[in-house]
């Protein structure tokens, strides 16, 4: 297909302004998503009990729902989990303590609705559910952190800065879709999150090293036009990396069942915006940032000179000269 041929240069940096519209739409109603419908917290972080029951026959939602009305889990929520036989119970707060198991007590409240097993109770303390909501947003912080300072070493400044706009721009509108499908959201989404950003970043240091070969090769003399060819480049091993990844993900996310189908969805949703990111949005922050080529070539050419007089010192050093 024509998009795979590497000898042939797209005009990325044209519509860069189109891209950056685009982008800073999706942004923006991801944020106002956030602020106004907020996220759904799993008992992770909220603290609280997930019951899992699977009946014989289809299980009598409706019934459930009525007996547990007239007990003290009335505002529990109900429901269906993958098939028509199984339910969750979702309780939220602190539903239990030391003295009575919970699942012994659900088995009593509902022996009325039918035959039934408990297969799964997951219990999490309020502060508990507290405690790691604040260490997840620290893991997140401190990766975004130690990212921005590894790629201040490994490349330019402006370039640690445009890597770290694109992860957030990434998270931002993942979190966003998170959010409009209320997805709940626990451990696994944050270790989607996280995985969400290694992945990101890989796609984004690929476009950044062959934007500073570029650079030091190219007969190019504008950035732009530069990203243009370094994008085109490596828009075939990103392309064909993100379908295979993307291929592996929807199989986990339609035939992985209900518990990874929120891991899978914010991996699906992830790896979309991700490779956007990577080949429209990611080279376009160097622009506005207004990335000197000249001043990169004048700093790299006065690197390879220091270097060139050290070899040359060694040099006359082992030879005994100096």
């Known amino acids: 297909m024509e998009i795979f041929k590497t000898d042939k240069i797209y005009d990325f940096m044209g519509k860069r302004l189109a891209f950056l519209g685009f982008s800073s739409i999706l942004v923006i109603a991801s944020i106002v998503l956030l602020f106004t419908k907020g996220l759904t917290f799993g008992i992770d972080f909220a603290g609280g ?11 009598p939602i409706n019934q459930i729902r009525d007996t547990l009305k007239q007990t003290k889990y009335a505002n529990s929520s109900i429901t269906k989990f993958g098939s028509d036989e199984e339910v969750v119970i979702r309780i939220t707060g602190s539903s ?59 490349f330019e400044w402006r370039f640690a800065v445009a890597s770290v706009f694109a992860l957030i721009h990434d998270i931002t509108i993942a979190m966003g879709a998170i959010s409009l499908f209320s997805i709940e959201v626990n451990l696994d989404i944050l270790a989607a999150i996280l995985t969400l950003l290694g992945y990101s970043l890989n ?6 090293d062959r934007i500073r070969e570029g650079i030091q090769s190219s007969k190019a003399n504008t950035l732009s036009e530069m ?76 690197k390879l000179k220091r270097q060139r007089e050290k070899e040359k010192l060694r040099a006359m050093y082992e030879q005994g000269t100096v």
């Open 203 to 208: 796609d984004t240091i690929i476009v950044f």
């Open 49 to 59: 009990t997930i019951i899992q029951v699977k009946y014989e026959q289809v299980a």
């Open 227 to 302: 990203i243009n060819e370094s994008v085109s480049k490596t828009l075939s091993r990103t392309t064909l990396t993100s379908l295979t990844t993307l291929f592996v993900v929807a199989t986990l996310y339609f035939f992985g069942g209900e518990i990874l189908n929120g891991f899978s969805f914010t991996l699906l949703v992830g790896i979309i915006i991700g490779t956007y990111s990577s080949i429209f949005v990611a080279a376009t922050f160097l622009v506005q940032l207004k990335f000197s080529v000249d001043d990169f070539r004048a700093k790299d050419a006065e």
């Open 96 to 154: 239990s303590d030391l003295v009575n198991d919970i699942g012994d007590e659900m088995h009593k409240i509902l022996a009325s609705t039918g035959n039934f097993e408990i297969r799964r109770v997951d219990m999490v303390g309020a502060k508990v559910g507290g405690e790691l909501r604040e260490k997840g947003i620290m893991a997140l912080s401190l990766s975004l952190i130690m990212i921005l300072i590894y790629l201040s070493f490994r």
